[in-house]
């Protein structure tokens, strides 16, 4: 295949809020995080919120996130993103980035979901919405078939342009034809990566950035799935 793709961040960009802050309360269902560390999910809910998050702030509270999963399985997360995707997960999801997608799928164009959620909750999101694939964070996996809570791949910053570049070179696409969607000045190396990046409900420092180098600016509001 030799082509243009389109890859879309997930959290602000196709959803509403964060995957994984929205999952916090099933995780705590599950017994998988206590309620101070619920507490503190709501605290970095409030953090991003304001749209203020820097690399490093992204980058703590993945590893922060990775730990909590230790002794946790892929499948049992698999399992639990399946029973919160109508209750919980859905109900975020921004009908203007569907929308792109079945543009871009009208074109012939793979897309794909790019973010540095895990990789099991990306996975489950893209074939429910419709998507070619995706791209998340890797966490390592130990002899027990459990979670370790160490990366293999963290999916942010940098990272995240070389996964896409790296998928580019794998498949055979032509990222200088090739299309993302971001919110945050923290996916500018994945914006730079492709040669027709777009800001979607971007943050002050993204709007800014766009607005200088003549990116398009796109502004959704209306839910896919709203009551």
Aim: glycine share 8%.
């Amino acid at each position: 295949m030799s082509g243009a793709a389109a890859f879309f961040d997930l959290d602000r960009t196709v959803l509403r809020r964060s995957s994984a802050l929205a999952l916090a309360p099933s995780f705590r269902s599950r017994g998988l995080i206590s309620r101070r560390q619920l507490a503190k999910a709501a605290a970095w809910q409030l953090l991003f919120v304001a749209r203020g998050a820097s690399h490093e702030a992204v980058r703590r509270a993945a590893e922060e996130g990775l730990l909590v999963l230790r002794g946790f399985r892929p499948d049992d997360m698999r399992a639990l993103v399946a029973d919160a995707m109508e209750p919980v997960l859905k109900p975020l999801v921004l009908a203007g980035p569907l929308d792109l997608v079945r543009e871009h799928r009208v074109l012939g164009e793979p897309v794909y979901v790019v973010s540095a959620t895990l990789q099991e909750i990306v996975d489950e999101l893209a074939r429910e919405l419709g998507f070619d694939g995706a791209i998340g964070t890797v966490c390592e996996i130990g002899p027990d078939g459990a979670y370790t809570g160490r990366s293999i791949r963290a999916c942010h910053a940098e990272a995240k342009a070389e996964a896409v570049r790296e998928l580019a070179a794998e498949v055979g696409f032509d990222l200088r034809r090739s299309t993302a969607y971001s919110d945050s000045h923290t996916d500018l190396p994945f914006l730079e990566a492709v040669g027709r990046p777009v800001a979607v409900n971007p943050d002050r420092r993204l709007r800014r950035i766009a607005q200088e180098r003549g990116w398009p600016l796109r502004e959704f509001r209306a839910l896919a799935y709203a009551a």
